[in-house]
């Protein structure tokens, strides 16, 4: 298939049409994610979540676009007081969440660099850790740029 639109990656800014991108998206991934439960509520919650992402300063989306056409994205935020590296020197750290390329768009490379740019902020904000929680369907992409399992999460409702 050919397609001369413009590959590009930008921080998502605080406007209306960058919020509205970033929700579609997060919704497609929840769906994807979980497409046997109710995601209804949850995503209600990312209009609120991603406007007030959006004006924050420890908080950066990074869009993926196809000429005009939002086609992915990263989120990372600066976490601090975390569990794992409160008691070493630099106690904040990176998480990155929300990680997503539009199916047809996978296998490009787009979510390795789209992760490249949440790591090259965290670096600029003086950060030396990144973690995240991979979705057991992702763990070989993230092994693949280097993330390795650290410790594993339990979780109970
Ligand atoms: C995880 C996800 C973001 C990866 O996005 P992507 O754009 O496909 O990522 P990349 O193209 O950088 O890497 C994916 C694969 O393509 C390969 N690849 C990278 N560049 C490539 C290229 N130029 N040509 C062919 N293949 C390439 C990688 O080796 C990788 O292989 P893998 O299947 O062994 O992991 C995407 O699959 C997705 O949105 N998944 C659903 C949501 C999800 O699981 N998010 C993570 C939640 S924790």
């Known amino acids: 298939m050919s397609d001369n639109r413009?590959?590009?990656y930008r921080p998502a800014v605080d406007n209306a049409k960058d919020h509205r991108a970033v929700v579609d998206m997060l919704c497609e991934l929840v769906d994807e994610l979980s497409p046997d439960e109710d995601n209804a509520d949850v995503?209600?919650?990312f209009e609120t979540d991603i406007r007030t992402a959006l004006k924050s300063t420890t908080i950066h989306i990074v869009l993926a676009l196809l000429g005009e056409e939002p086609i992915g994205l990263s989120r990372g935020d600066i976490l601090t007081q975390d569990p794992i590296f409160r008691l070493r020197e630099d106690n904040r750290c990176g998480y990155v969440d929300q990680m997503f390329v539009r199916k047809a768009y996978r296998d490009r490379g787009i979510?390795?660099?789209l992760m490249?740019?949440?790591e090259d902020?965290?670096?600029e904000q003086g950060l030396k850790h990144c973690i995240l929680h991979a979705a057991p369907k992702a763990v070989r992409f993230y092994a693949r740029i280097g993330y390795q399992?650290?410790?594993e999460m339990f979780?109970?409702?």
């Open 116 to 118: 490249r740019l949440c």
């Open 121 to 123: 902020w965290f670096r």
């Open 111 to 113: 979510g390795g660099y």
């Open 149 to 151: 399992p650290n410790r």
């Open 43 to 45: 995503k209600k919650l």
């Open 155 to 157: 979780k109970k409702l």
């Open 6 to 8: 413009e590959l590009s």
